[in-house]
Nanobody
Framework: HVQLVESGGGSVKAGGSLRLTCAASGYTTSRNCMGWFRQAPGKAREGVIIIYSSAGITRYADSVKGRFTISQDSAKNTVALQMNSLKPEDTAMYYC??????????????????WGQGTQVTVSA
């Protein structure tokens, strides 16, 4: 049984930082495709960052390049999203997701089978 639990959301002013963490059980974060997605009210869900740690693959949405980074901790079986220089347009519910696919198929179009419950990020001007 795969379970993903996000934590670390909150409210911050523009220019600030937040760190989100996704803790996985029943799933090895280092050897599988993991991703962070977000959905703002009235908007479609969008991919933020994808990682396949054991293959050294990371993919970023253009909107977060240079501001967001992703890291994976094998000992804790977690994936973290470090968000810096936050903007009001980053306000959204952020979700951790996991897919059982090889590294070649790990990208924003991958079908992610497992999702966390989401954590809210609110950035004020």
């Amino acid at each position: 049984h795969v379970q993903l639990v996000e934590s670390g959301g909150g409210s911050v002013k523009a220019g600030g930082s937040l760190r989100l963490t996704c803790a996985a059980s029943g799933y090895t974060t280092s050897r599988n495709c993991m991703g962070w997605f977000r959905q703002a009210p009235g908007k479609a869900r969008e991919g933020v960052i994808i990682i396949y740690s054991s293959a050294g693959i990371t993919r970023y949405a253009d909107s977060v390049k240079g501001r967001f980074t992703i890291s994976q901790d094998s000992a804790k079986n977690t994936v973290a999203l470090q968000m810096n220089s936050l903007k009001p347009e980053d306000t959204a519910m952020y979700y951790c997701a996991a897919a059982r696919t090889g590294w070649l198929g790990c990208d924003f179009t991958t079908r992610f089978e497992y999702w966390g419950q989401g954590t809210q990020v609110t950035v004020s001007a």
